[in-house]
């Protein structure tokens, strides 16, 4: 009886566009969403190689011409896409007979793009604010502040807001102003099939190529940048090693590479590190599979998507208790939490890990669990349609036509 | 007929002489009978009013305050106007004859609306991007552009003021000739002449 539901996804990112962690966000929820009866059309930035259209795992996937001109800069370039976006989404949803109950943007890089569309068609938009520029670089300068203001500007016009954590939510009120019931929670996942896959079928041969065998495996995944707290595990690293013979691996990169480099050079341990710089999918998760002991010692953290990652990798895992990561992790149960920017609560937690097998196996199985139970994409696709119902209701009841 | 007028200055919002024209101009629409409304932005004189002449404006006003320029001002300005301009559309039961859009501010508005509702744009031509700018090629000046040729391309009709800036709309944008049609503002015919175009570009919508 009930028609379909349909929804129109913006987002600056869609596979094989991949720039930040929306891409995989939106690839898996929009999948999901479909598996649970939503339609979905995702409208996104144009790739190389990749069709203009296409439809994967039944999801309509539109990708606009980026915009490929001069621009002055990326928050110019931000809106000049934008134009192009919504002038492509608006003959879409026009061809489509506005059989579209929502619009769904995702962060301010589609912000223009979904407030146009919510008013020309009058359907109701819901934003995931996945960071924030206040989070990210504080909020100073002229990009910084348009940046911030285009993001309230979102909020402002969104029916309602997603944020992945408790944290977040409590930080997007806080910088935006933005009233209680307008903010949802749903929690970010992460497909544990991906790491079940056996793409590298000797893995202790593939361990060779990054750690001697009798060196432990101690991993940081992230960005090298300071709010990832880099500098603070680079600090552990010779009080871990006084205890543990360890190889600790640093996967991407970031403005403060050379400078630790430098520094782990005259600390006399560039033969206990290995910075591998951007590696693919299929490194990364065999990386994280290998790992004796995973790593997130961030300062600010609006989710921490590798703590999922090494826990469907079945890693254990010490996290500084911060931001999203402090809601993943339970203390003592599903991995080690130890304070923030402090070195000394950093190398006791990775010795702590690393010295005790049956603990750390504990903590590993554990946190498998867990991350099965509450952090799948079914879960998370299931909440995101309930919310599309009720806004749907509400906007049902409402004489904006 | 029903007519929606963009313009980035209209009175009391003055930068140039375009005001006036726009002013001059929806005046003159509305004593022809054509219901006119003209959305147009104002930093804090927002919403909408009745002029004794019987236009009816929205001013709408930028929902981000900080910019680095015209450009980023004009790209976050066009949500509000489209948003005015939908407000209007579906309070006429979705009849609107066209939109006349004056310079390329408000171009990216009209092109989402042209394509959201098949609802056709002119395109009226005050000044071009390579005139103002001395044909400066920065970036930004060029991102200016191809707004403009973005519009140039999508109106059904561009309304230029002289014979001049046909034979330079046509040499810089490559627009058929005989898309781009002279009205002379200081005519004794001038009003005749948009009134003619508006009513070619209404005939020639295929619904």
Avoid at chain 2, 185 to 204: C, K
């Amino acid at each position: 009886m009930n028609k379909e539901l349909t929804v129109m996804m913006l987002t600056w990112e869609f596979p094989p566009r991949i720039i930040g962690g929306i891409s995989s966000h939106v690839y898996h929820l929009s999948r999901s969403l479909v598996r649970n009866g939503v339609k979905v059309f995702v409208v996104t930035c144009d790739y190389h190689g990749a069709p203009p259209h296409e439809v994967i795992d039944g999801v309509e996937v539109f990708r606009v011409d980026s915009y490929k001109d001069p621009s002055p800069d990326f928050v110019t370039w931000v809106y000049l896409m934008n134009m192009n976006m919504q002038r492509k989404a608006a003959a879409l949803v026009k061809k489509l007979d506005e059989k579209i109950d929502l619009f769904h943007a995702h962060d301010w890089l589609v912000a223009n793009a979904g407030i146009g569309l919510k008013h020309v068609f009058r359907r109701p938009l819901l934003a995931t604010i996945h960071a924030t520029e206040v989070g990210r670089n504080g909020v100073q300068y002229e990009n910084e502040k348009m940046i911030h203001e285009t993001e309230y500007w979102l909020t402002y016009e969104a029916w309602r807001v997603i944020c992945c954590s408790n944290f977040m939510v409590s930080h997007a009120k806080w910088a935006f102003g933005l009233p209680e019931d307008k903010l949802v929670m749903i929690q970010n996942g992460v497909d544990i099939r991906e790491y079940e896959k056996n793409t590298i079928p000797d893995l202790s041969q593939f361990r060779r190529n990054f750690a001697l065998p009798e060196e432990k495996i101690v991993l940081f995944v992230g960005r090298l940048v300071y709010e990832k707290g880099i500098h603070v595990l680079v600090d552990a690293i010779p009080k871990v090693l006084e205890k543990v013979n360890a190889k600790f691996v640093i996967v991407g990169n970031g403005y403060m590479k050379e400078h630790l480099s430098g520094l782990l050079d005259r600390m006399g341990l560039a033969h206990k590190t290995f910075f591998t710089g951007f590696v693919d999918c299929e490194t990364l998760r065999s990386l994280q599979k290998s790992a004796d002991v995973c790593v997130a010692p961030s300062l600010f953290e609006p989710f921490g998507i590798v703590a999922l990652e090494a826990m469907a990798a079945k890693s254990p895992l010490v996290v500084s208790d911060t931001g999203g990561l402090s809601e993943i992790v339970e203390h003592d149960v599903t991995g080690v939490k130890v304070y923030p920017d402090n070195t000394d609560s950093l190398a006791w937690g990775i010795t702590r890990v690393l010295l005790d097998e049956n603990y750390a196996n504990r903590l590993k199985n554990n946190a498998y669990r867990k991350v099965q139970e509450n952090y799948n994409w079914d879960k998370i696709s299931q909440r995101t349609k309930t919310v599309y119902e009720t806004v749907s209701k509400e906007r049902s009841r409402t004489i904006w036509t | 007929m029903r007519v929606i007028i963009f313009s980035w200055e209209f009175p009391p919002r003055r930068i140039g002489q375009l005001a006036d024209y726009v002013m001059d101009l929806a005046t003159q629409l509305v004593k022809n009978e054509v219901e006119t409304y003209v959305v147009t932005c104002h930093d804090y004189y927002t919403g909408q009013s009745e002029e004794p002449e019987g236009v009816k404006t929205c001013r709408v006003t930028n929902p981000v305050r900080t910019h680095s320029g015209v450009l980023t001002w004009v790209l976050t300005l066009n949500q509000e106007v489209e948003r005015a301009a939908a407000n209007i559309y579906y309070d006429a039961d979705k009849r609107v004859s066209l939109t006349d859009v004056h310079d390329w501010h408000f171009i990216p508005a009209a092109v989402t609306l042209k394509n959201a509702f098949n609802l056709p744009f002119i395109y009226s031509v005050e000044s071009l991007e390579d005139h103002r700018s001395h044909n400066a090629d920065s970036s930004f000046n060029m991102a200016i552009k191809s707004i403009e040729h973005l519009g140039m391309s999508e109106a059904e009709r561009i309304v230029v003021k002289s014979e001049w800036m046909r034979d330079e709309v046509v040499k810089v944008f490559n627009v058929p000739s005989d898309k781009a049609k002279v009205i002379l503002p200081d005519s004794a015919r001038w009003i005749e002449g948009i009134l003619e175009t508006y009513q070619e570009v209404v005939e020639g919508v295929v619904e």
